[in-house]
């Protein structure tokens, strides 16, 4: 029988369950702890997290109806649902730069959710 392997298995768990979830609570800590230009890019990377986690729960709470919940999720697919994810994290990247950013400590867990993401990623490629 063919059985997916573990590693597979975390990453498909990582990507739908738990990185835009993350993405969302580093925004949410930006917002609470920045100022300015900063915020609003936070606020961005917030906003798009959580549309991309309620497009990417949906079918687990019983919702598959419904012409933009199918294009979402057939936008959340692309590039092997790896791109859309990259959004919001490009937001909160943008958010690090800008003026009156604070905790360096949120972009260094935002780096490490990062790592993980494409390490798994890389990890199913060459297993």
Do not use: N, Y
Request: with cysteine.
């Amino acid at each position: 029988m063919l059985e997916p392997s573990p590693i597979l298995l975390a990453f498909l768990f990582f990507k739908r369950f738990l990185f835009l979830e993350l993405v969302a609570v580093l925004a949410l800590a930006r917002i609470i702890r920045a100022s300015g230009p900063s915020r609003w890019a936070a606020l961005l990377a917030l906003v798009l997290a959580v549309l991309g986690a309620i497009v990417l729960l949906a079918p687990a709470a019983g919702l598959t109806g419904g012409a933009l919940l199918a294009g979402a999720a057939q936008f959340m697919a692309t590039g092997g649902g790896i791109a859309p994810l990259l959004i919001p994290s490009l937001c909160l990247i943008v958010s690090a730069g800008l003026p009156g950013r604070r905790g360096r400590a949120l972009d260094i867990a935002h780096v490490i959710v990062l790592i993980v993401l494409f390490g798994l990623w890389l990890a199913t490629r060459l297993v």
